[in-house]
């Protein structure tokens, strides 16, 4: 059925491949779409093989002790010296200024994450 109503004899997966899919408006956020699930199970296939390899690298311990450490010192250098964190918004650049942000407007939360760390740390 058309958007009428009225059945113009074709199949379901037909039109909706036509008209969501292959449509001109749309087929640009569907190759981003595309793109990144084929992304996603490069990574997820390169994991399966070669983990083993990478355990160091991919602790997830490790991880947020350094997202937490980068949270911290992007807060301070902001509160010590806002020109030069402030200048760069956009970008790679620009993850030192968004975790400076987190670090101001989630401070409370950022500080109990930093003690449990450190207390997961000194237990382990």
Request: aromatic residues 14%; glycine residues 8%.
């Amino acid at each position: 059925m058309d958007k009428a109503g009225h059945n113009d004899g074709s199949w379901a997966i037909t039109r909706f491949f036509r008209e969501e899919v292959l449509h001109p408006q749309k087929i640009g956020s569907n190759v981003g779409v595309l793109y990144g699930v084929g992304v996603f199970a490069g990574v997820v296939f390169f994991l399966e093989n070669y983990g083993e390899l990478l355990t160091a690298l991919f602790n997830f311990q490790s991880l947020m002790l350094v997202v937490l450490l980068t949270i911290c010192t992007c807060t301070y250098l902001r509160a010590q010296a806002p020109s030069l964190v402030d200048r760069n918004k956009t970008g790679f650049v620009g993850l030192f200024w968004k975790a400076a942000r987190i670090g101001e407007r989630l401070s409370p939360y950022v500080s109990i994450a930093c003690f449990v760390m450190a207390f997961q740390l000194i237990m382990h």
